[in-house]
């Protein structure tokens, strides 16, 4: 069965970096678009950054754009999320999604979901 798994998430200060990662399993992607998403006790679940399986698309929130990268590594199946310059209101449950098509940058859409990861930023 499809399987995302995210890594990478922690503690870390304002200002600092951190690098997530989503292993993708189960099946062939090369038709889905690979989405980050996160979560903050007590708000809704946020689009935060998209990238198509061949890396040539990508697309961010406003609230993240020159802070964080997304990337693809396809030999690994492996999407990752850079970030830097990372504020408190960025902590939140990180999680990963799998979407056949298009990038789109709402969460139902998305068909397959990771377990999430726990990033937090101290100020």
């Known amino acids: 069965q499809v399987q995302l798994v995210e890594s990478g998430g922690g503690l870390t200060q304002a200002g600092g970096s951190l690098r997530l990662s989503c292993a993708a399993s189960?099946?062939?992607?090369?038709?889905?678009?690979m989405g980050w998403f996160r979560q903050a006790p007590g708000k809704e679940r946020e689009f935060v950054a998209a990238?198509?399986?061949?890396?040539?698309?990508?697309y961010y929130a406003d609230s993240v754009k020159g802070r964080f990268t997304v990337s693809i590594d396809n030999a690994k199946n492996t999407v990752y999320l850079q970030m830097n310059s990372l504020k408190p209101e960025d902590t939140a449950v990180y999680y990963c999604?799998?979407?056949?098509?298009?990038?789109?940058?709402?969460?139902?859409?998305?068909?397959?979901w990771g377990q999430g990861t726990q990033v937090t930023v101290s100020s």
């Open positions: 999604a799998a979407r056949r098509g298009t990038i789109y940058y709402s969460a139902p859409t998305y068909d397959y």
């Open positions: 189960g099946r062939t992607f090369s038709a889905y678009v």
């Open positions: 990238i198509s399986w061949s890396g040539s698309r990508t």
